[in-house]
């Protein structure tokens, strides 16, 4: 008697089982890998922005002098900066600040003297510290820049994990040049 090849229905339902839990064990990881793939661009995200925010911040703020005027205030700087003309010649000094936003808290914009309105620099900022030097050049809690130590630390908190900070100390121009241009209107900045 020749017996016929085949599987059994235990066979069936072991194979099915097996595939079964392969499929749940590969979605499982997929879910897992999509997850951790976003959180790492979240925070590759709010690095670039906390970066951008500080960039904009020191490059301006480098070429201003603390002869000057640096007031520095609660999530506010304020500063004055050369203008130059087509042959590199100091032509004047206008005043440039660093904030967030009245409206947006999270939102860090610059403003010139001349400018209508804000420019956003950077988004998701929970909050942007200035500290201006003191004796010694050794702690950062005063509001104006001593010409004597003429450096600002620019501290910058991200707003989206509140996890990611970044500092810097900014070394001014030391030299004199002349005096301020207008100070801002009350209210302007």
Not at 131 to 159: E, K, L, N
Request: proline share 5%.
């Amino acid at each position: 008697m020749k017996r016929e090849s085949g599987h059994t229905l235990l066979e069936m339902i072991f194979v099915t089982l097996l595939m079964g839990v392969l499929v749940v064990a590969m979605l499982g990881l997929l879910v897992h890998s999509d997850t951790y793939w976003n959180q790492g661009q979240g925070k590759i995200t709010e690095q670039q922005e906390a970066r951008f925010a500080l960039d904009a911040v020191t490059r301006e703020l480098t070429q201003s002098n603390p002869y000057w005027g640096v007031t520095i205030g609660t999530n506010s700087i304020l500063f004055y900066k050369p203008e130059f003309d087509a042959a590199g010649y100091r032509t004047g000094i206008h005043w440039i600040g660093f904030r967030l936003h009245p409206l947006n808290e999270h939102l860090l914009v610059k403003r010139e003297s001349g400018d209508v309105d804000y420019t956003p620099v950077a988004n998701h900022v929970e909050s942007i510290t200035f500290a201006g030097s003191t004796d010694g050049c050794v702690t950062f809690d005063s509001a104006s820049v001593p010409v004597s130590c003429p450096q600002v630390r620019v501290t910058v908190v991200t707003h989206k994990d509140r996890d990611f900070q970044l500092t810097s100390d900014v070394v001014l121009r030391n030299q004199i040049l002349s005096a301020p241009g207008e100070p801002p209107e009350e209210g302007e900045f």
